[in-house]
Nanobody, 122 residues
Framework: QVQLVESGGGSVQAGGSLRLSCAAS????????MAWFRQAPGKEREFVAG????????VYAESVKGRFTISRDNSKNTLYLQMNKLKPEDTAVYYC???????????????WGQGTQVTVSS
């Protein structure tokens, strides 16, 4: 098992920035591909960004490309999401997820955190 705990959410005005963190414990963090998903009220959970175990390769949803940056520090067992130029439509609960393979679908990931709320006001 891998336990994931997100932090760093909060309320911010449009155009602002937030940095989310996801602390991992349990199995070896560096063995897993990691990702961020988000879920807005009344909507399905959607892929935001993913990173390979090494941190070298990343992929982003079109809606966040150029504004969000995913990264990881395997020495600290931590995943990050730097969010800049936030928009009201970024408002959602943000989840980190891990899997030995990964992908861009919810069912691609075995381990999930509890989520952290991000609210962007206009």
């Amino acid at each position: 098992q891998v336990q994931l705990v997100e932090s760093g959410g909060g309320s911010v005005q449009a155009g602002g920035s937030l940095r989310l963190s996801c602390a991992a414990s349990g199995r070896t963090f560096s063995n897993y591909a990691m990702a961020w998903f988000r879920q807005a009220p009344g909507k399905e959970r959607e892929f935001v960004a993913g990173v390979t175990w090494s941190g070298i390769n990343t992929v982003y949803a079109e809606s966040v490309k150029g504004r969000f940056t995913i990264s990881r520090d395997n020495s600290k067992n931590t995943l990050y999401l730097q969010m800049n130029k936030l928009k009201p439509e970024d408002t959602a609960v943000y989840y980190c997820a891990g899997d030995s393979v990964g992908g861009d679908k919810v069912h691609d990931y075995e381990f999930w955190g509890q989520g952290t709320q991000v609210t962007v006001s206009s």
